[in-house]
């Protein structure tokens, strides 16, 4: 095996623009949109799209904090790596990375057994055996090549889009009265009205968490210093423009009393339809749920690929096939550790804490960005920048969201 790492098999650079902001899409329009419609409806009532636009406002500065740094460092493990160029500190760099890979690790986990339940409607076998062939095969995708991978993941995300799409669709076509009922969804100055709104923002902005493991591929991303920061502005700007769209259709065809109490509020839109949308649905879910496993799984593997390329791991995780140019051992011991989750810990529990490490990483990177942009004495050439206030807000916002977890 060739140790020097100029001569070495390197990444790939195969993603074009399309094909990271689907990459995008897919891990940021996740499950989440299936199921959070109800609870959000629950605490701001017709109200809900607005909540989503604000969270939408919200995770924006952290997203342009993301895309500078994308753009100044194109690296794998990026969260890791902005951390050590702001602070300068390996052992908090290795944390941060840590935290990133246990994220996408226990995200996988969960989603694994969710997918295994809803093939389980289509192939009567025990989730258990389920869960391993669904973990093994889409590992083996990981593996096939980033190319592969992230088209399959593009065609799991168009389909998963298409399903949302149906959603408005099939909404407009029922109700066409919709459209005029548009102006409903602006909110009254009312203290009580706004209260409930912020509170379901809290739930909207999770809906958005995803978009920071895009930059986790940037050393597979053709002319990433360009490509990064639009690709996560794209994606950003398109998940908001489909939620609001799919929320506004939502609240306003179905009832809010049945909304608020089911778990599946956006089959309740096809509540008259035949059995084939219903049936069409749960395809569609199983979908959603194998992108979601196969993204997180990528995006773990380069997380680990990167931290050892940056001499925080073992050397070994940092090599790359000389086949495949994915990381192969890298991307094992991922399938490894997310089947070790699956079979022993409690997934539930350690799934909710997601969330919570997800914005500590937010919170450390926008200050990261900060440190670097006030301790540089030239700026960078050809990276995207924006203003040092960007990372403010976005730290702001960020610890206004960590803090209101506890509040709301």
């Not at 460092?73 to 890791?80: I, K, L, N, Q, T």
């Not at 593009?154 to 949302?164: D, F, N, Q, R």
């Not at 502005?233 to 423009?241: I, N, Y």
């Not at 702001?396 to 509040?407: E, N, P, V």
């Amino acid at each position: 095996m060739n140790s020097n790492p100029k001569t070495r098999p390197q990444l790939a650079r195969r993603l074009t623009l399309p094909l990271l902001t689907l990459y995008g899409l897919g891990v940021t329009v996740g499950a989440g949109i299936y199921v959070l419609v109800g609870t959000t409806a629950e605490r701001a009532g017709i109200y809900a799209p607005i909540s989503f636009i604000l969270a939408a406002i919200t995770v924006a500065f952290t997203g342009l904090a993301y895309s500078e740094l994308s753009s100044r460092y194109p690296v794998s493990a990026g969260e890791a790596a902005y951390v050590q160029k702001g602070f300068n500190n390996n052992t908090l760099s290795l944390i941060i990375g840590l935290l990133v890979i246990a994220s996408g690790t226990v995200s996988a986990s969960a989603i694994s057994i969710g997918a295994a339940a809803y093939i389980e409607n289509f192939a009567p076998v025990a989730p258990s055996i389920l869960t391993f062939i669904v973990v093994v095969l889409i590992g083996l995708v990981a593996i096939w090549g980033i190319l592969e991978s992230v088209l399959l993941a593009a065609l799991l995300t168009v389909i998963e889009l298409a399903g949302l799409g149906l959603v408005v669709f099939y909404g407009l076509y029922n109700e066409p009265s919709i459209l005029t009922r548009m102006p409903d969804l602006i909110p009254p100055l009312d203290p009580s009205v706004w209260g409930g709104i912020l509170s379901a923002c809290l739930l909207a902005f999770f809906a958005f968490i995803g978009f920071e493991d895009m930059v986790n591929v940037a050393e597979e991303v053709k002319n990433p210093k360009k490509t990064m920061p639009r690709g996560i502005l794209l994606t950003l700007l398109s998940a908001s423009v489909i939620y609001f769209l799919v929320v506004s259709v939502v609240v306003l065809t179905v009832p809010l009393d049945q909304l608020s109490q089911s778990a599946a509020p956006l089959q309740l839109v096809f509540h008259d339809s035949s059995e084939f949308i219903s049936i069409l649905f749960g395809v569609i879910a199983i979908f959603a749920t194998l992108n979601g496993i196969l993204i997180q799984i990528i995006m773990a593997s380069r997380v680990i690929y990167g931290l050892a390329a940056q001499e925080k791991l073992p050397a070994f995780l940092a090599q790359v096939n000389s086949i495949t140019h994915t990381p192969l051992k890298a991307t094992i011991l991922v399938c490894g550790i997310v089947l070790l989750l699956t079979y022993t810990l409690p997934i539930g529990q350690l799934a909710e804490a997601t969330s919570s490490i997800v914005i500590i990483v937010f919170c450390l990177v926008n200050v990261a960005l900060i440190k670097i942009k006030v301790s540089e004495k030239t700026k960078p050439v050809n990276a995207y920048q924006v203003s040092i206030y960007v990372p403010f807000l976005g730290l702001f916002t960020s610890l206004f969201l960590l803090l209101a977890q506890f509040w709301l």
